[in-house]
């Protein structure tokens, strides 16, 4: 579904919960918030909380999964900026890291958060995790197709460990300028990457 197409038709329950939800587990973390909290601050009333979701987890994969829809909109947004240029569309996507950890309002990979906080102990949060970051990664390397380059597997790899280093070393520093250094050594590696 669009985000043209889901603003002409009313949020269900189940994604008004899931909207605010997201952002105070991602300003403050999963075990973090406790249930009383998370019901404070989003005001959901316990019983529609668990009518929709049966338990906090439950609810932390729906939440993922919406980052996961958002963030993969945004790289599209950016990518699609460069038509008929993939290359410059892989380095736009560093444009997109700086302009989030210079908002000031940056908490990292919500994925890669909850990943690290559910590691080994929830495989439904576990498997929402790798579905992002596979998807992540299936739309790099499809860019890495587009601009023919001849292991776009390969290329695709080195920049995803580009992309996710700037995130989580930018989540620890805060430095913006962290995602240009980054940007400036793909490029390098797009101009010294073989084409077909």
């Known amino acids: 579904m669009t985000m043209k197409t889901m603003q002409h038709h009313p949020l269900s329950k189940q994604d008004e919960i899931i909207r605010q939800a997201y952002p105070i587990l991602y300003r403050h973390g999963f075990h973090a918030t406790g249930m009383d909290r998370l019901l404070q601050d989003s005001r959901i009333s316990k019983r529609t909380l668990y009518k929709h979701f049966r338990s ?15 963030s993969l909109q945004a790289l599209e ?3 699609a900026q460069h038509p008929g240029h993939p290359a ?21 990979c919500f994925a890669i958060n909850a990943k690290l906080e559910y590691e ?42 580009q992309l996710e280093g700037v995130t989580v070393y930018g989540q620890v520093t805060h430095d913006a300028s962290l995602a240009t250094t980054a940007k400036e050594m793909v490029r390098k590696l797009l101009q010294d990457a073989v084409l077909h």
């Open 77 to 79: 947004k950016a990518a």
């Open 120 to 161: 080994g102990k929830h495989s439904g949060i576990e498997q929402a995790c790798a579905d992002f970051l596979s998807d992540l990664k299936a739309f790099v390397v499809g860019l890495c197709r587009k601009a023919g380059y001849r292991h776009p597997e390969d290329i695709g790899t080195q920049i995803m460990i």
């Open 56 to 70: 906090k987890e439950a609810l932390i994969v729906a939440t993922i999964q919406h980052y996961h829809q958002l």
């Open 88 to 108: 410059e569309a892989l380095l736009a996507l560093f444009d997109l890291k700086k302009q989030a950890i210079e908002s000031g309002d940056y908490w990292g």
